[in-house]
């Protein structure tokens, strides 16, 4: 999945693939790909910095949050990328991060890796939580039934840790 930057002469390309999910090594990631992968972008090159403008599309699969029920995200993400060549700094290739290198990332070797750009891509469209609906109500504390497909008898109860000994106190005064 490597783009070769030397083919590039124009200012402006076009740049248009499509893998099926078998292509990316996603092992131990949160995720699953279940869909192929659409990426389009316009490349402009202007001598060694290069910006990567376009748009993701895909489906992945994750477990809900609260149920664990797995479901689909469709992702249809834009972005806008900037690239420099990875010697763009001391001659180590070490280079001190300003302000406006935070949305600066760096190829090496003329080629840029899309696989680290889009398995990026599909970090960034991912809630921070998800949820297989809003509405889910989990798995219960006690029996562990999901509670989306099924009722349970169980009444958690929660007690306060610290007036444990409290509680302690009232069934030694009782007996």
């Avoid at 316009?42 to 609260?66: F, I, N, P, S, Y």
């Avoid at 760096?106 to 840029?112: H, N, Q, R």
């Avoid at 921070?128 to 039934?145: A, N, Q, S, T, W």
Wanted: glycine letters at 8%; proline letters at 7%; hydrophobic letters at 35%.
């Amino acid at each position: 999945m490597l783009l070769d930057l030397r083919g590039f002469r124009g200012e402006v390309d076009r740049v248009a693939r499509t893998w099926e999910p078998g292509a990316f090594e996603l092992k131990g990631e949160e995720f699953r790909l279940i869909a192929p992968v659409e990426f389009s972008a316009e490349l402009h090159k202007d001598a060694q910095k290069v910006r990567l403008v376009g748009r993701l599309k895909t489906t992945l699969e994750v477990d809900c949050g609260r149920c664990l029920d797995p479901f689909e995200i469709p992702i249809d993400a834009k972005f806008d990328l900037m690239f420099l060549p990875e010697s763009a700094g001391t001659p180590d290739g070490e280079k001190e991060v300003q302000d406006a290198d935070i949305g600066v990332s760096y190829y090496k070797d003329d080629t840029i890796n899309l696989g680290e750009v889009i398995r990026e891509q599909f970090f960034l469209a991912l809630p921070m939580k998800p949820l297989c609906r809003p509405d889910c109500k989990g798995l219960c504390p006690e029996c562990g039934k999901n509670r989306n497909r099924e009722q349970c008898d169980c009444r958690p109860e929660w007690v306060d840790p610290r007036l444990a000994g409290l509680k302690k106190l009232l069934t030694n005064n009782d007996g």
